[in-house]
C-alpha cells in the first residue's frame, strides 16, 4: 500500500514537468550553439578566453596578490572587450544579442517553479508554478467548472430581494439568506485546515445554486493548493461498489479511486438523495465520513454534501445513524430562491 500523500505526488510530478520543460530549453540553447560556434569558431575562442579571464581574476582577488585597481581591472576589461566582440559577431550576422541565452516558457523562474527572494527572506513559489498546481488539482477532482473562478463568480443577485415565507420556506429573503451563507463559505475555505471547522450540509430546491458554490468552495481550495474530488452521490457509491466487488478479480482496477475519497482535501458528494437507498450504502457513507475525520491542521479532510431533500424528509429518508453524525459534523445551510436555471434561460 501506498502512504505517500496525494498532495506529495502532485509536487513530484510538477517538479518532473518543469524539469523537462528546462531541460528542454536548455538542450536546444546547446544545439544553437554548437552550430553557432561552428559557423563562427571565433566565438568559441572568445567564451574560452572569457573563461581563463574570468578564472585569473577570480584567484587575484582570492589571494589577494594583486593590489586592488591593476590586474583586476585589467581582466574585467579584458572580459568586457571580449563580451563586446561576441555582441559584435552576433548582431553584424543579423543575430539577437541573447541568441544564445535558453528560452524557458517562464522568465520569471527559467522554468525553475521557484522564486528566491533577493532579501534572503524563503523562496516563494512562481505563479506558474501555482497555475500548473491548479491545473492538477482541476484535472484530478472531476469538476467540470471552467468558468468559476470562485467566490468571485458567485452572484447574489440573482436570489430574490423579498421575503415570502410561504414560498421560500424561511423568513429571511432568499438574498439576505444566501448572503450569509456566503459569507460563511467564505469562512470555511479560510479556515480549511482548522479541525474545529465543521463540514458543510447544502440543502433546498433544484436550481438554487448548492453545487454552484460547492464549485466556488473547491476553486479557492484549489487555488490555495488543496486537492477537491467531486461526486454526485449515486457516481460515489458506484465507485465504492466497483472498489468492493470487482477490484479483486480486475487487473487493471485503480485502487487509488476509492483511496482518494478517503485521502482527498475536500470532498464534494453532490445530491445525495438521488442514489437508491440501500443498507450497505449507509454504512459506507458512514464509514467514509467515520475515516475522512482528521485533527491534523496539515492534512484536513472536509465534507460537503448537497441535497435536494428537506431536511425532514432527510431525516426520514435516511438511517439514523447517517442523520446524527451529519447533524453532529455539519453545519447546514438553507439554499432558497426561485430556480436559477430558469432565471439565466
Ligand atoms: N450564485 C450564482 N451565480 C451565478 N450562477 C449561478 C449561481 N447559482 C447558480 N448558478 C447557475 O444556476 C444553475 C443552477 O444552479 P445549481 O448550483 O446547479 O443549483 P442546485 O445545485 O441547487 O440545483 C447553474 O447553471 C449555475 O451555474
Ligand atoms: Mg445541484
Ligand atoms: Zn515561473
Known amino acids: 500500500m501506498i502512504t505517500i500523500s496525494i498532495s506529495y505526488s502532485i509536487h513530484q510530478m510538477i517538479k518532473n514537468e518543469l524539469d523537462i520543460k528546462r531541460r528542454k530549453a536548455m538542450d536546444e540553447a546547446e544545439a544553437k550553439k554548437a552550430d553557432l560556434y561552428q559557423r563562427f569558431p571565433r566565438l568559441g575562442e572568445i567564451e574560452d578566453e572569457i573563461h581563463s579571464a574570468g578564472f585569473r581574476y577570480n584567484k587575484a582577488i582570492l589571494m589577494g596578490t594583486v593590489p586592488a585597481g591593476s590586474a583586476v581591472d585589467e581582466l574585467s576589461d579584458t572580459i568586457e572587450e571580449l563580451r563586446k566582440e561576441r555582441e559584435h559577431i552576433l548582431s553584424s550576422n543579423g543575430y539577437p544579442a541573447d541568441y544564445l541565452k535558453p528560452e524557458f516558457e517562464c522568465s520569471k523562474c527559467s522554468d525553475t517553479g521557484i522564486i528566491s527572494s533577493s532579501s534572503g527572506e524563503g523562496d516563494t513559489l512562481c505563479i506558474c508554478y501555482r497555475q500548473l498546481l491548479l491545473d492538477h488539482l482541476y484535472n484530478n477532482s472531476n469538476l467540470c467548472i471552467s468558468g468559476n473562478e470562485g467566490f468571485a463568480s458567485f452572484n447574489t443577485d440573482l436570489y430574490p430581494d423579498e421575503p415570502d415565507e410561504k414560498r421560500y420556506g424561511i423568513k429571511k429573503s432568499p438574498r439576505r439568506q444566501i448572503i450569509g451563507i456566503l459569507e460563511d463559505c467564505r469562512q470555511f475555505t479560510e479556515n480549511f485546515s482548522d479541525p474545529e471547522v465543521k463540514n458543510l450540509l447544502f440543502c433546498g430546491p433544484t436550481g438554487t445554486g448548492k453545487t454552484f458554490m460547492a464549485g466556488c468552495i473547491a476553486m ?33 482496477w485503480d485502487p487509488s479511486a476509492y483511496r482518494n475519497i478517503l485521502e482527498t482535501e475536500l470532498l464534494i458528494i ?40 428537506d431536511l425532514r424528509s432527510l431525516f426520514e429518508y435516511y438511517d439514523e445513524r447517517i442523520v446524527s453524525r451529519i447533524t453532529g ?17
Request: hydrophobic residues 30%; charged residues 25%; without cysteine.
Open 329 to 345: 459534523g455539519f453545519d447546514i445551510y438553507r439554499f432558497a430562491g426561485d430556480d436559477i436555471r430558469s432565471i439565466l434561460r
Open 270 to 309: 453532490d445530491d445525495l438523495g438521488t442514489e437508491a437507498p440501500t443498507a450497505t450504502r449507509y454504512s459506507e457513507l458512514l464509514s467514509i465520513l467515520d475515516s475522512r475525520i482528521s485533527n491534523d491542521t496539515h492534512r484536513p479532510r472536509k465534507t460537503i454534501i448537497s441535497t435536494n431533500i
Open 220 to 252: 479557492e481550495l484549489m487555488k490555495a493548493g488543496h486537492t477537491v474530488l467531486y461526486f454526485t452521490a449515486p457516481a460515489l457509491f458506484n465507485t465504492i461498489y466497483e472498489y468492493r466487488y470487482k477490484s479483486g478479480n480486475n487487473d487493471e
